[in-house]
Nanobody
Framework: QVQLVESGGGLVQAGGSLRLSCAASGSIFSINLMAWYHQAPGKQRTLVAV???????NYADSVKGRFTISRDNAKNTMYLQMDSLKPEDTAMYYC??????????????WGQGTQVTVSS
């Protein structure tokens, strides 16, 4: 069984920083795309940033220049460095990954989420 576990969320003042982590565990053969999504109350879950296994990245316009996505393939872990945080960044942040287990096919997995709250 594959699990994605996020950590690093919390309460921070506007202008501050947080670093989120997402660790994948289980019988993993390979991890392709990894991504962060966020979802504010009453709103749809939307893509924040995505990173390929080769390290190519893409960001939502709202976070470009403020957030940095990275991954450590040896540790099956992804990070999101969040700087210059704004109150509108407040949301639950979810880790997403396309993972292939040994002898299996690529499947889409989600973490349980970590709350980020930015106070003004």
């Amino acid at each position: 069984q594959v699990q994605l576990v996020e950590s690093g969320g919390g309460l921070v003042q506007a202008g501050g920083s947080l670093r989120l982590s997402c660790a994948a565990s289980g019988s993993i053969f390979s991890i392709n795309l990894m991504a962060w999504y966020h979802q504010a109350p009453g709103k749809q879950r939307t893509l924040v940033a995505v990173i390929t296994s080769a390290g190519s990245t893409n960001y939502a316009d709202s976070v470009k220049g403020r957030f940095t996505i990275s991954r450590d393939n040896a540790k099956n872990t992804m990070y999101l460095q969040m700087d210059s945080l704004k109150p509108e960044d407040t949301a639950m942040y979810y880790c997403n990954a396309i993972i292939t287990q040994r002898g299996g096919i690529p499947k889409n997995y989600w973490g349980q989420g970590t709350q980020v709250t930015v106070s003004s």
